[in-house]
Nanobody, 123 residues
Framework: VQLVESGGGLVQAGGSLRLSCAASGDFFGWYTMAWFRQPPGKEREFVALVMWKDATANYAASVKGRFSISRDDAMNTVYLEMFSLKPEDTAVYYC?????????????????WGRGTQVTVSS
């Protein structure tokens, strides 16, 4: 599986963006898919994940209620809809895939990563 993110950009605080992560390769439906982000000068952090089996979603506390993750296995794509964006959401957003089924929040669990897409929220 290879991952390519898109949809990043510059948005004003309070605005919205939808990120997409397109996967190539087989068995996409068997992977837990997650979004992570890396703010400037900080470590990579968990944002959200969607499980492969039942599409259960988990969110970091900082984005819960504002972001929504979903997957379309027929299209081999996972989405991250972001609402009420804040300047502190500014980061490079990465899509990641894990075949272990653990639903982990740790980036070390994920073996497959995209190159990232920049999201900048202006105040």
């Amino acid at each position: 599986v290879q991952l390519v993110e898109s949809g990043g950009g510059l948005v004003q605080a309070g605005g919205s963006l939808r990120l997409s992560c397109a996967a190539s390769g087989d068995f996409f439906g068997w992977y837990t898919m997650a979004w992570f982000r890396q703010p400037p000068g900080k470590e990579r952090e968990f944002v959200a994940l969607v499980m492969w089996k039942d599409a259960t979603a988990n969110y970091a506390a900082s984005v819960k209620g504002r972001f929504s993750i979903s997957r379309d296995d027929a299209m081999n794509t996972v989405y991250l809809e972001m609402f009420s964006l804040k300047p502190e959401d500014t980061a490079v957003y990465y899509c990641a895939a894990d075949s272990s089924g653990r639903g982990s929040w740790s980036p070390h669990t994920y073996a497959i990563w995209g190159r990232g897409t920049q999201v900048t929220v202006s105040s």
